[in-house]
């Protein structure tokens, strides 16, 4: 196995872990809607930090899980022609689609947010809401995770395209 094939594996090794603590935080955010559904309609009682803590769950499992949704093929993709193309054919359209429109897309993402997350780290924002829960500049940096996780993914799917095209591992190796 080259380097190159080895990089992409622990790169793709590296995403699969988080996706399992991923998964936990959907159970987590299940948990915590049922409560906050629970005590609202059979308590009548409502809490702010509860719906802050279903937001970061919430932004933290669509934010962090990108990168594994790449990972498995499981995006949103325009498939009409795509399926009946040979595996080479494929490679070569994930390959330009990530040069050309996935990586500018990410370094439009970082740029585009840096003050936004910065400011939010400097003044360490906290909820909006009395009651809330203080790490909001946290919720916000998420977006930074983001464009990480996917930047680091769409590495390793460009590695996988390249060596599909060259004929050293099949499309789904």
């Given at each position: 196995?080259?380097?190159?094939?080895?990089?992409?594996?622990?790169?793709?090794?590296?995403?699969?872990?988080?996706?399992?603590?991923?998964?936990?935080?959907?159970?987590?955010?299940?948990?915590?809607?049922?409560?906050?559904?629970?005590?609202?309609?059979?308590?009548?009682?409502?809490?702010?930090?509860?719906?802050?803590?279903?937001?970061?769950?919430?932004?933290?499992?669509?934010?962090?899980?990108?990168?594994?949704?790449?990972?498995?093929?499981?995006?949103?993709?325009?498939?009409?022609?795509?399926?009946?193309?040979?595996?080479?054919t494929?490679?070569?359209?994930?390959?330009?689609?990530?040069v050309?429109?996935?990586?500018?897309?990410?370094?439009?993402?970082?740029?585009?947010?840096?003050?936004f997350v910065?400011?939010?780290?400097?003044?360490?924002?906290?909820?909006?809401?009395?009651?809330?829960?203080?790490?909001?500049?946290?919720?916000?940096?998420?977006?930074?995770?983001?464009?990480?996780?996917?930047?680091?993914?769409?590495?390793?799917?460009?590695?996988?395209?390249?060596?599909?095209?060259?004929?050293?591992?099949?499309?789904?190796?």
């Open positions: 196995m080259t380097t190159v094939m080895v990089l992409q594996s622990l790169i793709c090794r590296w995403i699969e872990r988080i996706a399992i603590a991923i998964a936990w935080a959907s159970v987590a955010l299940m948990l915590v809607t049922v409560l906050i559904v629970v005590l609202r309609y059979g308590f009548n009682i409502g809490s702010i930090a509860l719906q802050d803590s279903s937001l970061f769950l919430h932004g933290l499992v669509f934010m962090a899980g990108a990168a594994y949704t790449l990972q498995k093929d499981k995006h949103v993709r325009v498939d009409v022609f795509y399926r009946r193309w040979s595996a080479k494929q490679a070569w359209v994930n390959l330009l689609g990530g050309f429109l996935l990586f500018p897309v990410l370094i439009f993402i970082s740029l585009s947010s840096s003050s910065a400011n939010s780290w400097r003044m360490l924002e906290t909820s909006p809401e009395a009651g809330g829960l203080p790490g909001f500049f946290i919720l916000k940096t998420y977006l930074w995770l983001l464009c990480s996780l996917l930047l680091l993914q769409g590495i390793a799917e460009l590695l996988k395209c390249i060596a599909v095209i060259a004929g050293k591992e099949s499309a789904h190796g």
